[in-house]
Nanobody, 117 residues
Framework: QVQLVESGGGLVQAGGSLRVSCAVS????????VGWYRQAPGKQREFVAR???????NSADSVKGRFTISRDNAKNTVYLQMDSLKPEDTAVYYC???????????WGQGTQVTVSS
């Protein structure tokens, strides 16, 4: 059973920083990619950033230059470093892992990030 456990969310002032973590059960290399999505109240879930098995990263235009995705292979953990946070970054942040077969997708329970103005 695949488990993704997010942590690190919280309340921060605009302009501040926060790092959220996603601990993946098993080897992180068993997945095609691991990434982050977010969902604000009343809005659809949207892509934030992902890192591929080979280490390639990509991110949404709205967070480019402010958010950085990385991973610790030994800990099977993916991080999202969020800098220069804005109130519009407020959302529940979800970790997602896409299996190597490209057909199975797994989600964590989410972690709340709130940015005050």
């Amino acid at each position: 059973q695949v488990q993704l456990v997010e942590s690190g969310g919280g309340l921060v002032q605009a302009g501040g920083s926060l790092r959220v973590s996603c601990a993946v059960s098993g080897s992180i290399f068993s997945f095609n990619n691991v990434g982050w999505y977010r969902q604000a109240p009343g809005k659809q879930r949207e892509f934030v950033a992902r890192i591929s098995r080979g280490g390639l990263t990509n991110s949404a235009d709205s967070v480019k230059g402010r958010f950085t995705i990385s991973r610790d292979n030994a800990k099977n953990t993916v991080y999202l470093q969020m800098d220069s946070l804005k109130p519009e970054d407020t959302a529940v942040y979800y970790c997602n892992a896409l299996a190597a077969n490209m057909t199975s997708s797994y989600w964590g329970q989410g972690t709340q990030v709130t940015v005050s103005s």
